[in-house]
């Protein structure tokens, strides 16, 4: 599974930016899918995850009612809709796949994107 984040940008505090991520390969549909994220001198956080079929979710406690993850397995895409953003969720932006149950534990996943720059202003 090769995967293309995208998305990212420059956005005023309180302000909303979606992500995308883009797989190739037919097996998308089987695999979990995360978004983790990493700012400049901190290790990679969880921030969302979906399972295979879309039916779970779950999320980090620091986004918790503010973002939203979705996919759409007939597209091969992941989403993260990020709203009332501040200043502390700038990062780099990373989706990954696993081929198992969903996990927090970035060491777990098997497929990274290169990731996208998300930068809020305050």
């Known amino acids: 599974v090769q995967l293309q984040a995208s998305g990212g940008g420059l956005v005023q505090a309180g302000g909303s930016l979606r992500l995308s991520c883009a797989a190739s390969?037919?097996?998308?549909?089987?695999?979990?899918m995360a978004w983790f994220r990493q700012a400049p001198g901190k290790e990679r956080e969880f921030v969302a995850a979906?399972?295979?079929?879309?039916?779970?979710?779950y999320y980090g406690d620091s986004v918790k009612g503010r973002f939203t993850i979705s996919r759409d397995n007939a597209k091969n895409t992941v989403g993260l809709q990020m709203n009332s953003l501040k200043a502390e969720d700038t990062a780099v932006y990373y989706c990954?796949?696993?081929?198992?149950?969903?996990?927090?534990?970035?060491?777990?996943?098997?497929?990274w994107g290169q990731g996208t720059q998300v930068t809020v202003s305050s």
């Open positions: 390969g037919r097996t998308f549909s089987s695999y979990a």
């Open positions: 990954a796949a696993r081929r198992s149950v969903v996990d927090g534990n970035p060491r777990t996943y098997d497929y």
């Open positions: 979906i399972t295979w079929s879309g039916d779970r979710t």
